[in-house]
């Protein structure tokens, strides 16, 4: 460098200037490493003087200095053991590596080892670690070190890299090196939860201990803390490797308010959900507390892994630009959570072939078809629905290969359910069962909603008590009523008469036997001597009421065959059927033992019909030879005055004959009318074109003022060769079509038009009637009268009444 001064300066002045200059890499050598000064005379150039000076030794800096954390599995969260990789070019030949943390602090090279070859940790103080590492000039060096710890909180880093000699020489170094990498904070998940919505959300519908399943939809719940405040437009991502995360309900909240923080889903890539926050940040705590914290919630597909240690989840906060992948995100906790205990989706099959019926109130023999899958339990836990219950041994069969040691009634369950305890063979169940068959006790009706007709089975281990799996047979077995099952009785409060009942048996019942029939306390049942009519049950009976329990039985000496069965019992009923139960009947069919066969729960009886006072006269029969003309007499006699105000309108009087009987009436005339005259409808009064059913249409007007009386008809019918088991007439006393319909009544007790069904139990085929002989001479060709022509009482028809009324009504 050369300096012209504008004028001479004097001998022995100081000269004083600056000049700026750039430092060599190294020191030079010392034979040049000198500063050499010479003055010049201006005009001649000849060299006045001149002096060298020793410079400066110059400390070399490291080029392109690197550090990076490394690794795809290597946690970098603050706090956590990492591993990084330091590079550089050095200007001098060095044997060792001085590396010194120095931001954020908490860094820790303790049980740190360097990984690349030729390389080792020598010394460690805490934030400073020694490499032996032999470096040469220009050539870049690598340097890996993993175990260390990272700093604390999180955010930029400064380093100081310092070369040195063997003899502790320093040779280069890089000084509050800033250029590294920013330290991800520490995310923790402070608390987590799996559910199953399904059933979590209603524990009253699924009882019991219901562990999430593998393969299953559920629901994910993540506490977490975080070291690193997250800003609007910071992206937080969630993903798991086994796990299929989905963005279905995916939301956020501040803890412990529960305020929803404004996040949107932004993308969904390989399972990875991904969120941006939205005007409000993420703040974060400090170390060591726990508030405030997030609650982080998404569905997910379980994957088919029990063991929770097999899977992880991993949450990031991010900003845009980490979310590359180029940076490192905000704060992470580094997959190093892992997933949750899953139990096996076991199948559970209950059967009763071959339609998957059973009887009411019996104990059933059923199939129970256990597939453990993955799992091995030798102990397992049968909830039945709501309602039904286990016997106390309920072992039937052990199944193919004995795979079953015991079945027994263990407990009700919170819910109000039965449970059964099972025990399997040493080894437990290794595969699906075949034919193991239970004994339940079924109840007397379906569950009234699907949900407690679910049958549940809990896999355990007993060594551990754990369980393993569960599973579900939602459809199950269904209650099937004793089918025929009918009750029939007037209804009329406080009149006595014929209450019938009938069913059909589905099986034989042997001898002592017994058929109960649980009825309305507020019914009035006399069963004993002549108050019995045993109709088709045959044999010698016996008819035992307990009116304060409200049911009666009927004990059978003989066996009785499968098929329709029916008997009739003289009933009172009341002004009101105002027992808890409502107007239900129920009919049980029980073995010698007690057992119960079949049974129907829930079979309704007639309605309480106020504002006509009537009772059905005697059935009449002239003849019951097989396959003959009879002729047959019924009635009812109206035992009051009809209400002035608003009385029941009677219309039809319909007359059912019991099965394979057929009335044969073709003309008004073949119907002869007894006693007080009925008020026939105008025109067509008559409607036989059923067999089984013959009609009378009667004036509306005329009866709202029928007058007391007892009023019989007779109409001719051929008796079957075999006489039903059902062998019981109907007369059913209908009221007026609604408006706008013109229909005739079906004579169906449960018909909305029937006001009142009488019940007439029938005869014996060669049986004869008491009062025949006085009916049929009284009801002569010369002295009966056919309906509508003529005066409805002439003298004839009185006397005809006088000499009918002696015999039946003394």
Request: one cysteine or more.
């Amino acid at each position: 460098t050369k300096t012209r001064e504008p004028l001479d300066t004097p001998a022995m002045r100081v000269i004083k200037f600056r000049i700026d200059v750039k430092n060599p890499a190294k020191t030079p050598h010392a034979m040049l490493n000198h500063w050499i000064i010479t003055h010049y005379n201006g005009l001649s150039g000849k060299i006045m003087s001149t002096a060298a000076y020793l410079s400066w030794n110059i400390i070399p800096q490291l080029a392109n200095p690197f550090i990076q954390l490394i690794g795809d599995n290597v946690n970098k969260a603050a706090g956590t053991k990492s591993r990084m990789a330091i590079s550089f070019v050095p200007i001098n030949d060095a044997d060792q590596l001085e590396v010194w943390a120095k931001l954020p602090a908490g860094f820790d090279f303790t049980g740190s080892q360097a990984l690349t070859e030729g390389h080792e940790i020598v010394t460690t103080s805490l934030d400073k670690a020694r490499v032996r590492a032999s470096v040469f000039s220009g050539v870049t060096a690598n340097i890996v070190i993993d175990g260390f710890k990272l700093g604390q909180i999180g955010g930029p880093t400064t380093f100081d890299l310092v070369t040195k000699l063997n003899n502790g020489e320093k040779m280069d170094e890089a000084l509050a090196f800033t250029g590294g990498f920013v330290l991800p904070g520490n995310l923790k998940i402070i608390g987590q939860s799996i559910v199953d919505s399904k059933y979590a959300m209603n524990p009253k519908d699924y009882p019991g201990e219901r562990n999430v399943r593998m393969m299953a939809l559920a629901t994910v719940k993540f506490r977490i803390v975080f070291t690193r405040q997250a800003e609007p437009g910071d992206l937080i991502a969630v993903s798991s490797q086994h796990y299929t995360m989905l963005p279905a309900d995916f939301i956020i909240r501040r803890l412990p308010t529960g305020a929803i923080v404004s996040a949107e889903v932004v993308s969904y890539v390989d399972g990875t959900i991904v969120a941006q926050l939205r005007g409000t940040a993420m703040q974060m705590t400090v170390p060591g507390f726990e508030n405030p914290s997030y609650e982080v919630s998404c569905s997910v597909r379980t994957p088919n892994l029990p063991r929770a240690e097999d899977s992880n989840f991993r949450i990031d906060l991010q900003t845009p630009g980490s979310a590359s992948g180029k940076q490192l995100p905000l704060n992470t906790n580094d997959g190093r959570d892992v997933g949750f205990r899953l139990v096996e989706n076991v199948q559970l099959k209950m059967s009763k072939p071959p339609s998957n019926e059973a009887p009411p109130m019996a104990e059933v023999d059923v199939e129970m078809k256990v597939d453990p899958r993955s799992t091995k339990p030798d102990e397992l836990y049968l909830m039945a629905p709501l309602l039904f219950n286990f016997t106390e041994d309920c072992l039937v069969r052990r199944g193919t290969g004995d795979v079953i040691k015991s079945c027994q009634f263990w407990r009700m369950d919170a819910s109000g359910r039965a449970v059964a305890r099972i025990l399997t063979k040493a080894g437990g169940l290794t595969a699906a069962t075949d034919y193991v068959v239970i004994r339940i006790i079924t109840p007397g009706d379906n569950p009234a909603e699907d949900k407690d007709k679910v049958w549940f089975i809990d896999a355990r281990e007993s060594a551990t008590g754990m369980q393993v799996g569960w599973g579900e047979d939602p459809v199950g077995l269904s209650i099937r009523q004793m089918s025929g099952a009918q009750v029939v009785f007037s209804g009329v409060p406080q009149v006595s008469g014929q209450m019938s009942v009938q069913f059909y048996s589905p099986e034989k019942v042997d001898e002592g036997g017994k058929i109960r029939v649980i009825y309305p306390r507020s019914i009035v049942i006399l069963c004993d001597g002549a108050f019995f009519n045993g109709v088709s049950v045959e044999g010698d009976v016996t008819c035992y009421n307990n009116g304060k329990e409200g049911r009666f039985d009927i004990e059978m000496k003989r066996p009785m065959p499968p098929g329709l069965q029916a008997f009739t019992v003289t009933a009172t009923p009341p002004d009101a059927v105002d027992d808890p139960g409502g107007n239900i009947f129920k009919i049980l069919i029980y073995t010698k033992e007690g057992k119960v066969v079949d049974a129907a729960m829930s079979v309704l009886g007639n309605r309480i019909q106020h504002g006509i006072t009537v009772s059905a006269l005697p059935l009449i029969w002239s003849a019951s030879d097989p396959g003959r003309q009879t002729s047959i007499s019924v009635g009812f006699e109206l035992l009051a005055d009809m209400p002035a105000k608003d009385p029941p309108i009677m219309s039809e009087i319909v007359v059912t004959v019991p099965v394979t009987f057929e009335q044969v009436v073709t003309r008004a005339s073949h119907i002869e009318m007894l006693g007080d005259p009925l008020p026939l409808r105008t025109g067509m009064w008559l409607a036989v074109k059923d067999p089984r059913r013959l009609k009378i249409l009667l004036d509306e007007r005329a009866t709202r003022t029928l007058p007391m009386g007892r009023y019989r008809f007779n109409f001719p019918a051929i008796v079957p060769t075999k006489m039903p088991k059902y062998n019981v007439f109907h007369v059913t006393i209908c009221g007026p079509n609604p408006p706008g319909k013109n229909d005739t009544c079906t004579g169906d007790p449960q018909d909305p038009r029937a006001l009142t069904t009488f019940p007439l139990a029938g005869f014996a085929l060669g049986e004869s009637n008491p009062v025949a002989n006085q009916y049929m001479a009284a009801a002569s060709p010369g002295r009966r009268r056919t309906a509508p022509a003529g005066s409805w009482l002439p003298a004839l028809s009185v006397l005809l009444l006088a000499v009918f009324s002696r015999a039946l009504w003394p």
